[in-house]
């Protein structure tokens, strides 16, 4: 059954290499059969705002249809590095403070719901981008990985939880891949109990889970065996119930996603495209 829907997409407005065009991916979506979608650009703390700014401006002037959407990704980050950005004395860091902050503070988002509905900000995407302030240790990133998908999954702002254990830069090899830490060698290293009480934080709030295709599923870089037990642990959360949406996180020039393979990979779990949650069709 093919993918239809793909709720998280980076365009040029995102404070990173992506650079598609929302006309390219308009066009692009169309050439894949993709009938809902949304935008999804970055935003980690307000120093990043503008870049919402000129993602609705660019949305607003292609007009797109009402199944295509317009939303954002955010980061989990902390109210320390917030209230310190705020100070001025750090300049405008595009990616937060990411060093020198309490290991157990309080987390945040960048954003107020004020800010997202003046935006016309329809969903929230929001991950765990980077280690909050903890030592590479593979139990503390796992301990700390599992409080910030726990903040996001009870967050009233927060509509879909973004690629769950991804992880990206610390312990990558020369060559691209990740092979042992943080949990590359062995999926089984998170305690089952974290996915049960993720699950059910999940199922308690009505948040729905993201099946990121390029950062996890297709990542050239991550073991297979990894996959294998990651598509495991999404069938898990779809027989409790827990909603899952997929989302590419496209960061590419052009909208060229290999749907093909990842429908293959999520159909050795029995993931369809029609479990997956969508946004209705925006109105008037
Ligand atoms: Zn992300
Ligand atoms: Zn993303």
Partial sequence: MPITADWHIHTRNSCDQASLTVADLLAGAAALGMT???????LHTPVNLPDLVASRAEFDAAAPPPTVHFGVELSSVSRWELDAIATGAHGAPTYGLRDGGPADGPL????TAE???ALGVEYVVAGAHWPMYVPYEREAIIRDY???????AAHPLVTIVAHPWWW???WQAEDGSYRAEPWFDDFGAIPASMHDEFAAA???HGTVVEINLCAQL???GYPERYKAQYLDYLAMLKARGVPLSIGSDCHHPRYDIDFPRAEAMLATVGITDADCWRLP????
């Fill in 281 to 284: 069709p925006r109105q008037g």
């Fill in 218 to 220: 297709l990542h050239p």
């Fill in 202 to 204: 999940a199922l308690q």
């Fill in 36 to 42: 809902d979608f949304g935008v999804t650009d970055h």
């Fill in 168 to 170: 990206m830069g610390h």
């Fill in 146 to 152: 599992h409080r910030q998908n726990l903040f996001l």
């Fill in 108 to 111: 945040a988002l960048g954003i």
């Fill in 115 to 117: 800010a997202l509905r």
